[in-house]
């Protein structure tokens, strides 16, 4: 059987200040394309389909035309899991309704949710889909099912690995006999590449699970992290995200699995690779020097973090960057970064105004101020002080 493994589309993400919903239309257009091409047996979305639990108008709306193309022009079922950035009830509004037509959505977490059950030329494959929960969430929802007697008593599920262990004991306790198995889920394995633009699913450690957890099935479709990965074994992956979300990500290579599962259980993956409407990436150097080499950047388009080694003061420097490089979005100074007593990252009401000048300008100048402009700074500094004392 062979499936389309992707995740964390992030629909409506907004990114330093640019919607990104043209980009995420481009992006998904090439997805139907190679769905299209590739005629997987089904499609599955391990989450954060949505950048956050009430999209905008746009970003439902696309997502619409996608599922729709995808189930009813190209008749490929999907499943779809909520990630901890979706509204798990909006994500399933019309579930029921849709389960019939070929589009299987999990929102809310499902104390006894039941697999699809997909069939090939070698039987039976179970698709067990996994949507991300809280704690005090499927506490609460399982809490009825165990008595107040210590030997029945509900186990304590007060981490993201007590809840992925909770629904993958019901997925085995509704694993058809015989039958081939995948999981969906959405959570952060331990051994997997983080970047920056994934939200924390907890603070500390308890947002982690252990890969352990997924012993016994043939494959397991994650999302939450952004970079295409495998954690362990093969046959536990991350698709990543289909955009680069962050300038930590601008190395990633974006894909999406190409999973085929033999009569035996066995998988192979491929990363398929995406072609986005434009990069996002970083170009480092001088501001002259980044200016005369992006006149005859082929992709002057792209989204780009410059990251400026240039020392001394530089007079509208977004402005500039942007008459060569139209979708600059950051500048980054490594050089004027530090934790000296004028750093900005202090106190401000706690810092001398002595040194808040002498960080001035050792910034705009490159230079340290020296003991002589030293000294007429803090003549000048106590002359003030005197001043507003007496004011």
Request: proline share 5%.
């Amino acid at each position: 059987m062979r499936f389309l493994h992707s995740a964390d589309w992030h629909l409506g993400r907004v990114h330093h200040g640019v919607s990104l919903l043209e980009d995420q239309a481009h992006i998904l257009g090439e997805f139907v394309r190679l769905a299209a091409d590739m005629r997987p047996d089904a499609i599955l979305l391990a989450g954060d389909i949505y950048d956050r639990s009430v999209p905008p108008a746009e970003a439902v709306r696309l997502l619409d035309l996608v599922l729709t193309e995808l189930v009813q022009g190209l008749r490929i079922p999907v499943v779809m899991i909520a990630g901890n950035h979706d509204g798990p009830d909006r994500l399933a509004f019309g579930a029921g309704l849709l389960g019939g037509a070929g589009l299987t959505v999990r929102g809310p977490f499902e104390p006894q949710a039941r697999p699809l059950v997909l069939h090939d030329e070698h039987g039976a494959v179970a698709i067990h889909a996994l949507p991300y929960a809280e704690p005090a969430v499927v506490r609460s929802a399982v809490a009825g099912r165990y008595s107040e007697d210590a030997e029945n008593a509900a186990p304590a599920i007060d981490s993201h690995q007590a809840v992925l262990a909770v629904q993958l004991q019901a997925a085995r306790a509704a694993q058809p006999q015989g039958a081939r198995s995948v999981v969906v889920a959405h959570a952060f394995v331990l051994g997997g590449s983080e970047s920056e633009s994934e939200r924390p699913l907890s603070v500390g450690a308890s947002g982690a699970v252990d890969a352990a957890l997924f012993d016994g099935f043939d494959y397991v479709a994650l999302g939450h992290l952004h970079r295409p990965q495998q954690v362990g074994q093969a046959r536990i992956q991350y698709s990543g995200s289909l955009l680069k979300y962050s300038f930590s990500e601008a190395d990633h290579a974006k894909s999406v699995n190409l999973v085929e599962l033999d009569a035996a259980g066995a998988c192979t993956v491929e990363r398929i690779a995406l072609t986005p409407r434009r990069d996002l990436r970083i170009v480092e150097g001088q501001l002259d020097a980044i200016l005369a080499g992006g006149a005859a950047d082929p992709a002057r388009d792209d989204y780009i973090l410059a990251r400026l080694t240039d020392s001394g003061a530089l007079l509208d420097a977004m402005g500039r960057l942007r008459g060569v490089y139209p979708n600059a979005l950051a500048i980054e100074r490594p050089q004027l970064a530090g934790d000296g007593p004028g750093r900005a990252a202090a106190d401000h009401r706690r810092v001398r105004m002595q040194d808040l000048f002498a960080s001035f300008h050792r910034d705009t100048t490159g230079q340290a101020l020296d003991e002589a402009g030293a000294a007429v700074l803090e003549r000048i500094a106590e002359r003030l002080e005197r001043e507003a004392r007496h004011a």
